[in-house]
């Protein structure tokens, strides 16, 4: 059996799609599996002879709806698949799913949960309670497909050996913490300089920090900042993403808003502790892995919490108060119990 799974972006959704293909590799090992992706996220899944990707140009020769009618020709001339399992439905993965079904091709899409997702964060009347997680939406859409899965939490998904470059960059730092700055939207972003703030804390106590990031303007930022604290280093445009999952993988502790990087955490063996602010855990984005993995920091006291799914809606009070009441003391609090026997 041929199955064409589709996810074209972002990098959490992507990131967080990794526990259920591994799942379905594993539980269907006659199956050859064709993930439609972008090309910088084949590095988070393992290798596997029965993986294959198809990595869409959405930004030339595949862009519009010629561009998407050239890459379902594509994809049906050299692949034919069984069955088509979109994780992703949005406008792209709608129309080529609907090409692959006008061709006898039986489709299949993830329930997103969009109603549930606006009682969660509606203004008034909130539903404040947990949603299904994305991995098992995902797993479901599988189930719908015939193939059922066992989705298990596991402790380590991305496997392999940090490379020399990592190892030199690791050398004689003994409690390593990685810490991701950025978020796509400022809702969702750790103030920074209450972010300069917790460096400092966690400097002073001994640790070496690792800035994560991406772009030239944070790349600028995160240099400055580790510019003015001993044992900061910024490795923002020095690694791969493929090098950066080796990095994470050897650190104590990754801190991360809700962001791409803390789903690329949960591939490794690292502890996340994730900063909340106008999302919130219960919308099913948290990372895919064991409860003592994971230290989420969140205020829970704020009925405006959570405002949306995404974090990108503007703050209607204008202050961003659940980001501003968290306290670095309590987050560098936090590492300190998680490497007090290092």
């Not at 949005?90 to 061709?103: D, E, G, H, N, S």
């Not at 109603?115 to 599988?142: C, D, M, Q, V, W």
């Amino acid at each position: 059996m041929k199955i064409l799974v589709i996810r074209l972006s972002a990098m959490g959704d992507v990131a967080l799609s990794v526990p259920v293909i591994k799942a379905a590799l594993d539980r269907y090992k006659e199956a050859e599996i064709y993930l439609m992706t972008n090309k910088l996220y084949n590095s988070f899944f393992p290798e596997n002879p029965k993986l294959h990707f198809i990595n869409p140009d959405l930004k030339g020769k595949h862009k519009g709806i010629t561009g998407l009618f050239a890459l379902y020709r594509q994809t049906k001339k050299e692949i034919s698949p069984d069955i088509v399992i979109d994780i992703h439905d949005v406008l792209r993965t709608k129309i080529l799913r609907l090409f692959f079904a006008l061709t006898g091709i039986k489709t299949y899409k993830t329930d997103k949960g969009r109603k549930e997702k606006r009682k969660l964060t509606r203004k008034k009347n909130k539903i404040l309670k947990p949603l299904k997680h994305t991995s098992r939406r995902y797993a479901g859409t599988f189930a719908k497909a015939g193939l059922p899965l066992i989705l298990e939490y596991k402790n380590k998904i991305k496997p392999g050996t940090a490379s020399n470059k990592i190892k030199e960059l690791i050398a004689g730092k003994e409690k390593k913490i990685g810490i991701a700055p950025f978020a796509k939207h400022r809702q969702k972003q750790y103030p920074l300089e209450k972010t300069e703030k917790l460096i400092k804390l966690l400097t002073d106590n001994g640790f070496s920090i690792f800035l994560f990031g991406g772009g030239e303007k944070e790349q600028k930022i995160a240099e400055n900042i580790a510019s003015k604290y001993d044992n900061t280093t910024s490795v923002i445009g020095k690694l791969s993403i493929k090098e950066e999952i080796e990095l994470i993988d050897n650190l104590d502790i990754m801190i991360s808003p809700d962001s791409g990087n803390m789903h690329i955490a949960a591939l490794t063996s690292v502890k996340i502790i994730s900063i909340w602010g106008a999302t919130h855990p219960y919308a099913g984005f948290t990372p895919f892995v064991p409860e003592n993995r994971h230290f989420i920091i969140q205020n829970n006291n704020l009925e405006c919490r959570p405002c949306s799914v995404f974090g990108n809606k503007s703050c209607y009070k204008n202050s961003l108060e659940c980001l501003n009441t968290i306290k670095p003391e309590g987050i560098a609090a936090i590492c300190n119990k998680i490497t007090k026997n290092i």
